[in-house]
């Protein structure tokens, strides 16, 4: 069985400032780990993934993610929070059936 | 065309009315995903369809009944709803149902429940 736990309901930063994002995640299979972005009223947008490789995942609109074994987890950050960040951001890992099993997600707040 | 479309974007039904919310997708997807959002919480798988065939259902009450008529259509057919299944719903596809695939989500339709 797969499961993701998202540090933080909240987050909250200043524009400008760095954006770190909690994933872990439990899996009894190699994992296959996402992070999604929902905008108010909106479906949900794929920042980036990781299935197999390179362990740092490079996402859209400067994204990134790591992932460690050792730690189970798949933070993601951005160096520089942008206005048009502010949203709520998922953590996903893939089960059987390409099913998407989702923490509970993390709003995003970005202050100017 | 990397879109899913969902109609419709709104809808508000009585408890004793039968309606569908209708997805489509051109990018020769053949999987087909619903999942359900309610408010301040993670969407929710309900259904998998695989090649037009229902791969996966959650347990989904029969009150909801999905069709898949081809591989570029999905609907979720609506009747003797209760007020708490109002929430997003929301349509997936992905190029198939192996694990690791990226899932194209579309805007999904909110429904409200009377």
């Known amino acids: 069985a797969q499961s993701v736990t998202q540090l933080g309901s909240h987050v909250s930063v200043s524009e400008g400032a760095l954006v770190l994002l909690r994933c872990n995640y439990s899996?009894?299979?190699?994992?296959?780990l996402f992070w999604y972005v929902q905008y108010p009223n909106q479906g949900l947008q794929l920042l980036l993934k990781y299935t197999t490789g390179a362990t740092l995942v490079k996402g859209i609109n400067g994204f990134e993610a790591e992932f460690k074994k050792s730690e189970t987890s798949f933070h993601l950050t951005k160096p520089s929070a942008h206005m048009s960040d502010a949203a709520e951001y998922f953590c996903?890992?893939?089960?059987?059936?390409?099913?998407?099993?989702f923490g509970a997600g993390t709003i995003l707040r970005v202050k100017s | 065309d990397t879109e899913v479309t969902q109609t419709p974007k709104h809808l508000v039904m009585g408890m004793t009315n039968k309606k569908s919310l209708k997805c489509e997708q051109h990018?020769?997807?053949?999987?087909m995903y619903w999942y359900k959002q309610k408010a301040k919480k993670p969407p929710e798988l309900m259904f998998v369809y695989s090649y037009e065939k229902l791969s996966i259902n959650e347990s989904v009450p029969s009150r909801f009944s999905p069709e898949c008529p081809n591989s570029s259509l999905l609907n979720l057919h609506l009747h003797a709803l209760q007020p708490e299944d109002s929430a997003l719903y929301l349509c997936?596809?992905?190029?198939?149902?192996?694990?690791?695939?990226?899932?194209?989500f579309g805007e999904g339709s909110r429904l409200t429940v009377l």
């Open positions: 990018m020769g997807h053949r999987a």
């Open positions: 899996s009894s299979v190699p994992p296959y």
């Open positions: 997936a596809s992905s190029q198939d149902i192996w694990r690791g695939g990226e899932l194209f």
């Open positions: 996903a890992v893939s089960g059987e059936g390409n099913k998407l099993v």
